[in-house]
């Protein structure tokens, strides 16, 4: 549902300004006024993508794609090299260019103080290096657990999973690759709910 609730805020961001956009989520019909505000942002846009990735819904995915990160306005965020990468990669737009971008920007932000996205595990997938990629999956998730096991961040909701590597995970997976890492920051029921095409 969650993948459909984003999908559906981006179907109505692109449709004609002043209009009535139809969604359907959980198999009911709905109609928006369609407008392009501040919601298809591009916290929002990262976090449709990531459901999206995971249901592997080519449906949901589509408004995504055609949208972008910067669609309803700049990303100031210390996320916008990724965001914009992820991007690139699902376009088929120049990718590693953008991965390399992505790249760059998290190393600037180490000391930053919060977790960054997994920019090196895309740019894995980019380079389509299927043993590389499981290396750096369990580095993702070690830098995860290192992330949030400091002062009270083991309280916080984002501290049992990982969105993003769940989600390239699971697109692996879908692209016919074997995830060899086990972790229970994977919940095995969602990556064997990844079939390959």
Excluded at 44 to 56: E, M, P, Q
Excluded at 118 to 126: K, N, Y
Aim: glycine share 6%.
């Amino acid at each position: 549902m969650a993948s459909q609730v984003g999908a559906a805020l981006f179907r109505i961001a692109l449709a004609e300004p002043g209009t009535e956009a139809e969604v359907t989520i959980d198999g009911r019909g709905l109609r928006y006024r369609a407008e392009r505000a501040k919601e298809a942002g591009a916290h929002n846009w990262h976090r449709a993508v990531c459901f999206a990735l995971i249901t592997g819904a080519p449906e949901d995915l589509a408004p995504l794609v055609l949208t972008g990160p910067a669609f309803a306005g700049p990303d100031g965020s210390a996320f916008s090299a990724y965001r914009e990468a992820l991007h690139a990669y699902l376009t088929g737009v120049e990718p590693e260019q953008a991965a390399q971008r992505a790249l760059q920007q998290a190393e600037r932000a180490v000391d930053w103080g919060f977790a960054m996205p997994p920019a090196v595990l895309l740019s894995q997938l980019v380079e389509g290096d299927e043993e590389s990629f499981n290396l750096a999956l369990a580095d993702a998730l070690e830098a995860h657990r290192a992330h949030y096991a400091v002062a009270d961040r083991a309280d916080d909701p984002d501290a049992a999973l990982n969105l993003d590597i769940l989600a390239l995970a699971c697109h692996a997976r879908r692209r016919g690759w074997a995830v060899r890492v086990d972790s229970p920051y994977l919940p095995t029921s969602l990556l064997r709910a990844a079939e390959p095409f």
